[in-house]
């Protein structure tokens, strides 16, 4: 049977390596899609962020198709969007620093619901998958915010900040649920599947 590619609509280095991580290699196609200015209004977080993350798939295969159509037609595009959910707010990436302190404020000492959806377009057929998992996070501090934002790590990131990195860097933050899902792909749900459509063997789990 003949091998199939995967392609990436996301120019997310964290989604790159979860996906290589899992024994996947990707080719990542540009999307030129913005949805920071986007706003989600009332509507249920996982309608959000799976809509988006269609938008982004259909405009990386269009984008494909446009260079290569038959790639567009024999490939698998994926697309994802994550959004952090705290109370009734849908908070997406910070726009500037003083933005992602404000998320930070409203995150810290307590818990949130982090979203994130996937759409993959294969042999004309769209698939969605919604995962979500939470995170508690404890009380960072000023000196702990101020020191984080002059990283700039929080840049481009959903909610501002990477759970990976937070854990190793000691921040008081724990979860429950799959983690990949709060950095940006559910994989223990998302393995399976795409080895199913990639026809290759999968490790029982992935993103444990």
């Not at 000492?109 to 698939?127: E, K």
């Not at 940006?184 to 399976?192: A, D, E, F, S, V």
């Amino acid at each position: 049977m003949q091998a199939r590619t995967l392609y990436l609509a996301s120019e997310s280095p964290r989604r790159l390596a979860l996906l290589r991580e899992c024994g996947f290699a990707p080719t990542v196609i540009p999307t030129g899609v913005d949805d920071g200015p986007l706003q989600s209004g009332d509507v249920h977080p996982a309608a959000w962020t799976s809509s988006l993350a269609y938008l982004k798939a259909k405009a990386g295969y269009d984008s494909l198709w446009a260079s290569d159509p038959a790639q567009a037609e024999s490939g698998i595009v994926l697309g994802a969007d994550t959004v952090v959910v705290k109370g009734t707010d849908l908070i997406g990436k910070p726009t500037d620093r003083e933005h992602a302190e404000a998320i930070l404020r409203q995150l810290e000492a307590g818990s949130h619901q982090v979203v994130t959806g996937v759409a993959i377009l294969v042999d004309g057929q769209r698939q969605l998958i919604v995962d979500s998992s939470e995170v508690q996070v404890g009380t960072l501090g000023d000196d702990r915010i101020r020191e984080y934002l002059a990283t700039d790590q929080w840049i481009g990131k959903a909610g501002a900040y990477n759970l990976a990195e937070r854990v190793e860097s000691g921040w008081p933050i724990t979860y429950h649920g799959d983690p990949t899902t709060v950095m940006g792909l559910p994989m223990m749900r998302l393995t399976p599947l795409l080895r199913s459509l990639l026809h290759t063997e999968s490790p029982q789990t992935c993103g444990s």
